[in-house]
């Protein structure tokens, strides 16, 4: 078991920036890889940014690709979302996941084995 703690939401204007961390505790952290989703009001969950097992691989969705960067310490067990340039469009409920698939970058939420609670971010305009 994996369990995930997010942190660092919270009511940001447009053009601001907010870095969210996830705490991981139980199973050895450097086995999973990582990923951060979003949901926002009234839409289906979507991938945000993924990081393979070591922090030496990323991926980030076209639509935060520039303005987000997710990264990872392995040593504090902490996996990170940098958020700059927000938009209103960025607001959302903000979730950390973890998978077994550590080498790999995935973007399917159905891939992922351990959730966080959620973190609201929330940007006004």
């Not at 139980?26 to 949901?39: D, E, V």
């Not at 950390?96 to 929330?122: F, H, I, P």
Request: net charge positive; glycine share 12%.
């Amino acid at each position: 078991q994996v369990q995930l703690v997010e942190s660092g939401g919270g009511l940001v204007q447009a053009g601001g920036s907010l870095r969210l961390s996830c705490a991981a505790s139980g199973r050895t952290f450097s086995r999973f890889a990582m990923g951060w989703f979003r949901r926002a009001p009234g839409k289906e969950r979507e991938f945000v940014a993924a990081i393979n097992w070591s922090g030496g691989n990323t991926y980030h969705a076209d639509s935060v690709k520039g303005r987000f960067a997710i990264s990872r310490d392995n040593a504090k067990n902490t996996v990170y979302l940098q958020m700059n340039s927000l938009k209103p469009e960025d607001t959302a409920v903000y979730y950390c996941a973890a998978t077994v698939r550590a080498y790999g970058l995935e973007t399917n939420e159905y891939e992922y084995d351990y959730w966080g609670q959620g973190t609201q971010v929330t940007v006004s305009s």
